[in-house]
């Protein structure tokens, strides 16, 4: 007896194909960006750590120039920092909600680190505050190079078992 598979089976069977398929490359995605935000914190703190240095500008006029760079773009939290503080925010307040709101690829220890970043800055002289971006540029470098090698190893494998486990179902139902 021969089985027929309808039209609708048919599509069906296809859109859980490319559902499954498509949220592995979702997943895949994700890893990729949160190493891409990771670097980008690295180069904040690179800028943040030069801006302190050789600038006499106050904290959050450093804050404003290196969220406007092209380096940060990614770090919305750090927009949103500086247009809290335009409202007389106070910079610890500011720092601490645009991190909850704005930081959505962090785990908490990472969000953790950045808010007692922000609760450090502008506490100390220069060379306590370099000090204090030095350790943070080691917490976050280490980070990154944890996702990285995470991207590296289950970048390919989440789209790979996306794919092979949306085309198994669409064979099982057709």
Known sequence: ????????????????????????LYTATRLKKRTEFLGEILNFLKALAVEIE?????????????????????????????????????????WSASIEEKTPLLNKEEKDKLNTLGLSL??????GQKKIIELFSEYFTSFYVQAKNK????????ILIGTLSGFGLFIMII
């Open 54 to 94: 050789f600038s006499l500008s106050d904290l959050p006029s450093i804050l404003k120039k290196v969220s406007a760079s092209d380096m940060c773009s990614k770090l919305l939290f750090l927009k949103q920092c500086v247009m809290l503080i335009k409202d007389n925010v106070d910079l610890p307040v500011a």
């Open 151 to 158: 991207e590296d190893k289950l970048y390919g494998i989440y």
């Open 1 to 24: 007896m021969a089985s027929t598979v309808s039209a609708e089976g048919l599509s069906g069977a296809g859109l859980i194909w490319l559902s499954l398929t498509l949220s592995g």
């Open 122 to 127: 502008g506490t100390t002289d220069l060379t």
